[in-house]
């Protein structure tokens, strides 16, 4: 199907100390074919643009328990009406980063950073989703590290110099569903991290109890 861009702009960009961009707003004149066969007019379409990111859910298989992090997002945090924001900001949500590498690197270094852990071990992958597609072209990879035991988890992590202040958690998995549940996790990816955890569990106890009969 056709798309048509009449023309694009960059009004908006964000840089790191270093002169990086971080993050941009593009906006566009855009035209696409429609499911009738027909072009649709041309429409003002905004796009945030800050790359690719990576999160990872650790699980431990003896403990059945995850590894969250928690640390202070000023977008929740704004979110809310000022009369209701004391105490607000603060979230749980599995490690991540902007992806500035090949997607296992990112993670295994975000990992450490977030939480301590020196994942020796491969990455699943779970699946690679768009965070907000009407706003951003933003995608987070997903990844599984399924380890044997929580070695090395730090009651204060993140880096100094990227003003980072976080605090991991371990949590009993089945806790962290009833989290999702009840709305003290509210971050999508962690959502869909779990969930699919939880999908991979269920499924492998369905297979060892469904064994062949003698």
């Given at each position: 199907?056709?798309?048509?861009?009449?023309?694009?702009?960059?009004?908006?960009?964000?840089?790191?100390p270093h002169g990086r961009v971080l993050f941009c707003m593009e906006?566009?004149?855009?035209?696409?074919?429609?499911?009738?066969?027909?072009?649709?007019?041309?429409?003002?379409?905004?796009?945030?643009?800050?790359?690719?990111?990576?999160?990872?859910?650790?699980?431990?298989?003896?403990?059945?328990?995850?590894?969250?992090?928690?640390?202070?997002?000023?977008?929740?945090?704004?979110?809310?009406?000022?009369?209701?924001?004391?105490?607000?900001?603060?979230?749980?949500?599995?490690?991540?980063?902007?992806?500035?590498?090949?997607?296992?690197?990112?993670?295994?270094?975000?990992?450490?950073?977030?939480?301590?852990?020196?994942?020796?071990g491969e990455l699943e992958h779970l699946t690679t989703v768009y965070?907000?597609?009407?706003?951003?072209?933003?995608?987070?990879?997903?990844?599984?590290?399924?380890?044997?035991?929580?070695?090395?988890?730090?009651?204060?992590?993140?880096?100094?110099?990227?003003?980072?202040?976080?605090?991991?958690h371990i949590i009993a998995f089945g806790e962290a569903l009833r989290?999702?549940?009840?709305?003290?996790?509210?971050?999508?990816?962690?959502?869909?991290?779990?969930?699919?955890?939880?999908?991979?569990?269920?499924?492998?106890?369905?297979?060892?109890?469904?064994?062949?009969?003698?």
């Amino acid at each position: 199907m056709r798309v048509e861009i009449s023309s694009r702009s960059t009004p908006y960009e964000f840089h790191s100390p270093h002169g990086r961009v971080l993050f941009c707003m593009e906006e566009a004149l855009v035209s696409h074919e429609r499911f009738d066969g027909r072009m649709s007019p041309a429409v003002k379409r905004v796009n945030f643009s800050r790359g690719d990111s990576v999160a990872v859910l650790l699980y431990a298989d003896n403990t059945d328990e995850v590894v969250l992090v928690e640390q202070f997002r000023y977008p929740v945090y704004a979110g809310y009406h000022e009369s209701e924001r004391d105490g607000k900001g603060w979230i749980l949500e599995t490690v991540a980063g902007i992806k500035d590498a090949r997607g296992p690197d990112v993670g295994r270094r975000e990992l450490l950073e977030e939480t301590g852990y020196a994942l020796r071990g491969e990455l699943e992958h779970l699946t690679t989703v768009y965070v907000s597609p009407g706003g951003t072209s933003e995608r987070t990879e997903l990844y599984l590290a399924r380890v044997s035991k929580l070695e090395g988890i730090r009651r204060h992590a993140g880096l100094e110099a990227e003003s980072e202040d976080i605090r991991p958690h371990i949590i009993a998995f089945g806790e962290a569903l009833r989290m999702v549940a009840d709305g003290r996790i509210v971050d999508s990816k962690t959502v869909i991290a779990l969930y699919m955890l939880k999908e991979r569990l269920d499924g492998r106890r369905e297979a060892s109890q469904s064994s062949p009969s003698q």
